[in-house]
């Protein structure tokens, strides 16, 4: 009866972790030490990676053009047990220090306060391959 049992659980836990849905996209591309700032109003115009420019609402980021991130990554920031997943929309010129992830006003208001400008030693994952 014993050994049933414990087959019986090995079977179940093993059906249940094979059976778990995968996410055909990996964390591919993922650090620490990263810096986020935010963008907003005109500077939302015309996002390099094309289509509508985004609002203060949206959960987008621009990174610098020879980042490892490209246009239409989703990628995932955390400040501690905070995180927030942002799509790479644009590009910052402007962002010269190595990972540095300038999002809207409401993706960066979930890992920090807007009063702060600036958030160092972000760690960050990317969900998508491009």
């Known amino acids: 009866m ?26 591919e591309k993922r650090g620490n030490g990263g810096r ?5 109003g005109y500077m939302m115009a015309n996002p390099a990676c094309g289509g509508v420019a985004p609002n203060d609402d ?6 610098r053009s020879d980042s490892q991130f490209k246009c239409g990554d989703d990628v995932t920031l955390w400040n501690g047990d905070k995180s927030v997943t942002v799509k790479i929309v644009d590009h910052c010129e402007s962002c010269t ?3 540095w992830f300038d999002i809207s006003k409401s993706a960066f ?6 009063e702060l400008g600036i958030i160092n030693d972000i760690a960050y ?4 391959k491009h």
Do not use: H, I, Q
């Open 2 to 27: 014993r050994a049933t049992f414990f087959t019986t659980v090995l079977v179940t836990l093993a059906s249940a972790v094979l059976a778990a849905p995968t996410n055909s996209a990996s964390m």
């Open 36 to 40: 986020v700032t935010y963008y907003s």
């Open 58 to 63: 949206d959960m987008v980021a621009a990174v």
């Open 97 to 99: 220090f190595g990972e």
């Open 109 to 114: 208001s979930k890992l920090g306060a807007l």
């Open 125 to 128: 994952w990317n969900w998508s």
